[in-house]
């Protein structure tokens, strides 16, 4: 076999001295994103669906809500890129 992926990908982040196991999102978790995100103009709604996004990569509410916005937006650009070779 030349290629082979067993499982789907964590990543380990440690926000405020909390570590935290998080999902890489799916090519469909991501296209779904896109989608929600162009399919509204008002911030607050964009906001919404980007928290949305984040509790269901495996971030808890606690700690999403103790973020100041420019670790959040750093977290999610981190989580939505892809992977550097």
């Known amino acids: 076999m030349d290629f082979?992926?067993?499982?789907?990908?964590?990543?380990?982040?440690?926000?405020?001295?909390?570590?935290?196991?998080?999902?890489?999102?799916?090519?469909?978790?991501?296209?779904s994103l896109n989608a929600q995100m162009k399919a509204v103009v008002d911030d607050g709604e964009k906001f919404k669906i980007?928290?949305?996004?984040?509790?269901?990569?495996?971030?808890?509410e606690e700690v999403l809500n103790e973020m100041q916005m420019d670790h959040y937006l750093e977290l999610v650009e981190f989580l939505s890129a892809p992977k550097k070779k």
């Open 4 to 31: 082979v992926i067993e499982k789907k990908a964590v990543v380990k982040v440690k926000i405020y001295d909390r570590e935290l196991d998080i999902k890489k999102p799916t090519v469909g978790m991501i296209e």
């Open 50 to 60: 980007m928290r949305s996004f984040l509790v269901q990569l495996g971030l808890p």
